[in-house]
């Protein structure tokens, strides 16, 4: 690999939609969500620093959306603001280019966010996965909002452990309404006194405490790997409606939580008979799985999920994730 790109991947978390892959070079970068199509974005001088403009001394540069490539449909430019330096970013396009036509099959890239958000639960312990970085001076920075069980478009979470219950007052005609009971169940566990602490994840597993915003008890403490819930949420509750309650949204969020990196093979394995209920999704994120234990059962649901596409019309296929 040219030392001038660096191939990695971080985690899209709070609400938890998979992991996005960067192929990153000098100027420009290269992104996907699902490893077949990629945005490419340009590093250039921003319109605000070009002549004529007050703010021309300070020579900003930001990263610009500049086009779409996949293997299979070749690159689709994006119309770009004239001001820009068009010759600098062709030129970076068509090196970012050839760093995709070099790496982009060779997914899923190595997770660099070890630097973890977690929501402490009354013993101080990580309850649920707030945010991520790949730099300890972000964590600083970052103030991500409450724990979020799935965007608020999304109204596709429905938990069958919660059917026979009464819908609390104002929710019965909440199409989010489940999401919003099992945001409600996990926020309620989070600690009054100090609700979340940053972790560096270390190679075993295990984690360091940062002291950004805790007491100096827990800075520089570390737990073990076990302490850290693998699917990102705590599983382990006293009710069993609420354990039930998160296996649910477990269940439902199977196929992207396959996307993850450093599952034990048991929970993967669990993972797994839970995904293929949901065929279209496998089949859509099968790319960024780093590890298939069940081959057969995850290819069944994979030619499930195509035959269902080539029956549908067209104008009714499912967009990529």
Sequence with gaps: MSPAVHCHALRRVNPFLGVVQVIEGDGA???????????????TQSPDGLWGSLNASRAARRY???????????????????????????????????ALAAHADHLPFPLVDRFELWALDDAAQ????????????????LRPPPWQAAPLTDHGFHAPTLDGETARPGEAANPRAHAAALETLVHGAVADAVPEQWFERLPDGSGRGLDHRVPAALAGRTLDASAFPELLVREAWESPRDAALIADYLGWLA??????QGLSEATRARVERRACAQAAAVDAFYPLYPRVLEHTLVDAARVEARLRRAAAPAQAQPARP
């Design 29 to 43: 970068r290269a992104i996907s969500v699902d490893g077949i199509d990629w945005e490419i974005q340009v590093e």
């Design 64 to 98: 610009f959306r500049f086009g779409l490539w996949s293997r299979g449909g070749g690159l689709w430019r994006v119309p770009v603001n004239p001001m820009l330096d068009l010759d600098e970013m062709l030129a970076e396009q068509n090196a970012m280019l050839a």
């Design 126 to 141: 990580p309850l649920a996965l707030l945010a991520t970085t790949d730099r300890a001076e972000r964590a600083a920075r």
């Design 255 to 260: 196929p992207r939580l396959l996307t993850l």
